[in-house]
């Protein structure tokens, strides 16, 4: 090692210490000088094996990097064996700072030896002493480096796109004028282009105090100089107290009158930079206006620019449009003697939407002088001690227990009803402050409402707040008991306990005699609701100072360490196991242990602990069979699934009580991260069914899972496997309507698409059946079916078809030159015959089979009933007077069949037969009903 540090001082002027400490500060000062052969020795002799690269801060590689050390950074990128990968962008971040900082130094050879090894261009990370997520192009940009961002451009245009800050913005903010005018001239950057922060390249450089550059941008380059959502040129110049530039951008025309809703004004940005010269200027020489003016001084509590406005510009305050807003922008400020200049100079009646408002913002923020003030009705005290109580504002509740709120438990039919009714006008809607008053009103006096509707008192509201000093006041002088109860049985203690408010809850047991154990109806104790938000001081507290038990369950079962398990309490947890002794066996009314629940949620920290610390059984199931694994596995927790199965040793077999498994799960809900896993590297079973035979590639198939399904073929699933019923994958995606399943098993596995099931049903005659005419097409006429494919008892695809009313599928298959359209079941009965069974569709299913030319219309069932006779034995006289013209024989039989009430098809079928009618017109002639004509005409022989 001293070989390698010899004739360098800098590298043994470190700190005594372990050899592996000096050993890292060598390599890393070695870096920072550039010394790459001190680094290449101790990393090639193998005396220091640390990392070169990572996510800490000024790493070797960073180091070199900003060092501008380019050999050095070629040499660990290359040769070190440090790897860089393709997310290095979003992972390892001195690999970013390394490419963004060497671009912002000007060396181009270093950032030409990061981005060859892979480094994406659009990386972003923070230039030393910056905050500002820069992409090597705006940071080459920000700090003058013309010959890296002209070479990065080159590379890629887009490489001006991404980050914080693009490149013409982050130039103009340093004042690099020569790079501005390059992006602008020869890049053909947008100058008027408005970034994230609602500015423009302008602004940014106005913000700055860079006038040259602004003035180059409007001048020569055109920039809109009053571009910009939430911030323009003029603003950002004020802000940055800039008077000269303020005045310059007046003069070339810039806005003085813009404003934007909740965005700052060229006066108030002068005024909260505390700047009054610049604002004085805006008004009496800029023309800015001076009504916004005030309710920019008012909204900053600048009482003092406020009277210069009124006294020496003439504003007169009572003929400020929106009086009333701007009397609530001084509220805001909570300045006292500000409210009542506005008020007086206003002359402001308090009417019954301003009065509250302003009441209700006194109580939660505490201004004690307005609501003396402003307090007129005693039905004002109860609700104003709840709100006071609830911000913790002890000395306004002390006032109002003072004016006589002893006792005072609200009901919600004691509020004042003429509450909250209004709007604040925005005719200025500069003057955010105001609107933030009335909204912090109405919150605040919607949750009153809720707490006095749930029965709570102000010793409630005041627990969560820890303000002992408080609790005292409303126990002692208010009169409040700290046992009080709401609706549902919440007490003081509970509400202390959930905020973790741990001297309030000191004060409720050891002042006010509060049972530590009290719960509510449900049987949450103060205890448990500490374990569900893991206040931990508060649970060691509760149990080891007051006795509490750490075991209590509340209805459904749970105990505290059942729900901080639910919740991921890790710290929690481990005080109720190790020092509370409770077991991590408990089960709630479902089954679920500590471990089942942390699993269920995702909590893997919380998991690895009592599987591998407490000595939690990972394979202990539920009443279900539902074990952690197959919980964790069923919401998609991969890590747990990892911890469980790698760390902890649970079966990855392991079904629950029906034969479901964690990969036939992971099927199921298409988790495919989790099932890669499984088959990879956690030796699933990819074949081992569920009691009902379906396997992980079944059921993925029944759910139309295509990437699941693909995952388990690769992993060595059979695409055939069926379940119990013989069902395979095949047949019941196509059952299931998952065509994209369908094609994948048939053009890309190669399953057999005429598979059948026992009954014989085949892929296409279960589309047919379904009436799913896409996929019978592409089953056809792509996937190779055999379209006169039957199952056992003689049924076609065309012939379940009709049966089932699907014209569509009906029209296809007839047309199809290959298909048998007479292929029927063994009794005779053909397609034909079942055609005419669905009424709706009966006449479109016989016309597509007797266009085909290929139809037999005289064929006889086994008990001699043609498709004619059928049709007249129901009666149907389109189908029958439609069958009649295409040519069926009409035969004493046909006729001696119709029903006795269905003369008008007796009656056709006698002239058909005695006169031998078999044309359209002909046969609508020879009837003489007029509306059975014009029914059959429309129904039937247009098709003809």
Same mark, same amino acid.
């Given at each position: ?17 372990? &050899? ?42 960073? $180091? ?7 050999? $050095? ?33 000007? +060396? ?91 500015? *423009? ?23 809109? $100089? ?44 002068? %005024? ?37 406005? @009124? ?12 009086? *009333? ?31 509250? !408002? ?57 509020? #004042?009803?003429?509450?909250? /009714? ?85 004060? %409720? ?53 059942? !729900? ?5 309490? %890790?710290?929690?947890?481990?005080? =109720?196991? /190790? ?7 408990? /089960? ?40 952690? =694994? ?21 079966? &990855? ?8 498994? #964690? ?97 014989? +049903?085949?892929? =296409? $005659? ?69 055609? !005419? ?14 266009? *085909? ?78 509306? @059975? ?12």
């Amino acid at each position: 090692m001293i070989k390698w540090v010899a004739g360098h001082p800098q590298l043994l002027a470190c700190a005594d210490g372990a &050899v592996e400490a000096y050993l890292g500060y060598a390599v890393h000062a070695a870096a920072k000088a550039g010394f790459v052969q001190v680094v290449r020795g101790l990393v090639d002799e193998g005396l220091y094996t640390g990392p070169l690269s990572g996510d800490e801060d000024d790493t070797a590689l960073m $180091l070199a990097a900003r060092g501008g050390h380019a050999e $050095l950074v070629r040499w660990m990128i290359t040769e070190s064996g440090m790897e860089i990968t393709a997310d290095d962008a979003g992972s390892k971040a001195d690999i970013r700072a390394a490419l963004v900082s060497a671009a912002h130094v000007n +060396d181009l050879a270093t950032v030409q030896v990061l981005l060859s090894a892979g480094v994406s261009m659009t990386a972003t990370e923070s230039v030393p002493g910056g905050y500002l997520d820069l992409t090597p192009a705006a940071a080459a940009a920000q700090g003058g480096a013309l010959e890296t961002l002209q070479w990065l451009v080159a590379e890629d245009v887009g490489c001006l796109v991404g980050g914080d800050q693009p490149p013409l913005a982050a130039a103009a903010s340093r004042g690099q004028l020569s790079i501005v005018q390059w992006l602008v001239e020869h890049a053909g950057v947008d100058v008027d282009e408005v970034h994230d922060d609602g500015g *423009t390249a302008a602004c940014a450089a106005a913000a700055a105090g860079h006038a040259l550059v602004v003035k180059w941008l409007v001048s020569s380059a055109n920039a809109d $100089l009053n571009r910009g959502d939430e911030v323009w040129p003029l603003v950002a110049a004020a802000g940055d107290g800039n008077m000269d530039l303020v005045q310059w951008l007046v003069a070339a025309g810039a806005d003085v009158t813009k404003h934007a809703k909740y965005a700052e004004t060229a006066v108030e940005a002068a %005024l909260s930079h505390d700047r009054p010269d610049i604002a004085q200027w805006l008004v009496s020489s800029g023309g800015a206006s001076a009504a916004l003016a005030l309710h920019a001084a008012v909204s900053l509590g600048n009482e003092a620019f406020a009277t210069w406005l @009124v006294d020496n510009q003439g504003v007169d305050i009572a003929d400020v449009n929106a009086d *009333t807003d701007l009397f609530l922008a001084a509220v805001a400020t909570d300045n006292v003697a500000l409210v009542q200049w506005v008020h007086d100079k206003v002359d402001l009646a308090l009417d019954p939407f301003l009065r509250p !408002i302003v009441l209700i913002h006194a109580a939660v923020t505490g201004v004690v002088a307005f609501v003396e003030w402003l307090l007129d009705d005693d039905r004002w005290l109860a609700p104003l001690l709840y709100l006071a109580a609830s911000s913790g504002e002890t000395e306004m509740a002390k006032w109002l227990v003072g004016r006589g709120a002893q006792g005072a438990v609200a009901v919600v039919s004691d509020l #004042p009803s003429e509450l909250i /009714t209004g709007e604040v006008s925005e005719t200025f809607e500069s003057s955010e402050s105001a609107h933030i008053v009335v909204l912090v009103a109405k919150r605040a006096w919607s949750s009153l409402s809720e707490h006095i509707a749930a029965g709570y008192t102000p010793m409630h509201l005041a627990a969560h707040t820890n303000e002992t000093q408080l609790l005292a006041l409303l126990m002692e002088e208010g009169k409040l008991s700290p046992a009080a109860r709401g609706s549902d049985g919440t007490t003081p203690l509970l509400c202390a306990a959930q905020y973790d408010a741990l001297d309030a809850a000191r004060f %409720l047991v050891d002042v006010g005699g509060a049972d530590a154990d009290e719960a509510r109806d449900d049987k949450t104790t103060p205890l448990y609701l500490a374990s569900v938000y893991g206040h931990t001081e508060m649970v060691v507290w509760l149990a080891e100072s007051c006795g509490a038990n750490t075991g209590v369950q509340k209805k459904n079962g749970d105990t505290p360490l059942l !729900i901080a398990a639910n919740n991921g309490q %890790l710290e929690v947890i481990q005080w =109720l196991v /190790t020092e509370g002794n409770e077991p991590t066996t408990v /089960t709630n009314s479902y089954g679920s242990t500590p471990l089942f629940l942390a699993a269920m949620k995702g909590h893997v920290h919380v998991v690895r602990w009592l599987a591998l610390e407490a000595g939690a059984q990972v394979d202990v199931a539920k009443p279900n069979g539902d074990t952690p =694994l197959l919980i964790a596995v069923n919401n998609n927790h991969l890590a747990v699934v990892e911890c469980l199965v790698r760390e902890c040793g649970a079966d &990855v077999n392991l079904a629950r009580n029906d034969g479901a498994t #964690p990969l036939y799960l992971a099927a199921l809900k298409n988790h495919v991260e989790i099932i890669d896993w499984l088959i990879a590297h956690g030796g699933a079973d990819v074949e081992q069914p569920r009691s009902t035979g379906s396997t992980p590639l079944y059921v993925a198939a029944v759910e139309g899972h295509l990437a699941a399904a693909q995952r388990l073929l690769a992993g060595g699933a059979s695409p055939t496997a069926a379940n119990n019923r013989g069902t395979t994958p095949l047949l019941i995606a196509a059952s299931n309507g998952h065509a994209h399943i369908v094609r994948w098993l048939v053009t890309d596995v190669g399953v057999d698409v005429n598979a059948t099931q026992p009954n014989g +049903d085949t892929t =296409l $005659l279960i589309a047919a059946f379904l009436g799913n005419v896409e996929l019978v097409r592409w089953l056809v006429a792509t996937g190779g079916a055999d379209v006169n494919k039957a199952r056992n008892d003689g049924v076609t695809p065309l012939y379940i078809a009709c049966v089932q009313g699907h014209a569509e599928v009906v029209a296809w298959l007839a047309a199809y030159p290959a298909t048998d359209v007479n292929l029927g079941k063994p009794d005779g009965t053909s397609p034909l015959h079942e055609a !005419i069974q669905p009424i709706d569709a009966a006449l479109d299913m016989v016309s597509a089979l007797v266009a *085909t030319g290929r139809a037999d219309l005289d064929l006889a069932q086994s008990d001699g009933k043609t498709a004619l006779g059928v049709a007249a034995r129901l009666g149907i006289l389109p189908l029958v007077a439609y069958l009649v013209v295409a040519g069926a024989r009409v035969t004493e039989d046909v006729i001696n069949s119709v029903p006795a009430h269905s003369s008008p098809v007796a009656d056709l079928l006698h002239l058909a037969h005695s006169r031998d009618i078999l044309r359209r017109d002909d046969m609508l002639l020879a009837i003489d009903n007029p509306g @059975v004509r014009a029914k059959l005409a429309a129904a039937a022989f247009p098709r003809f």
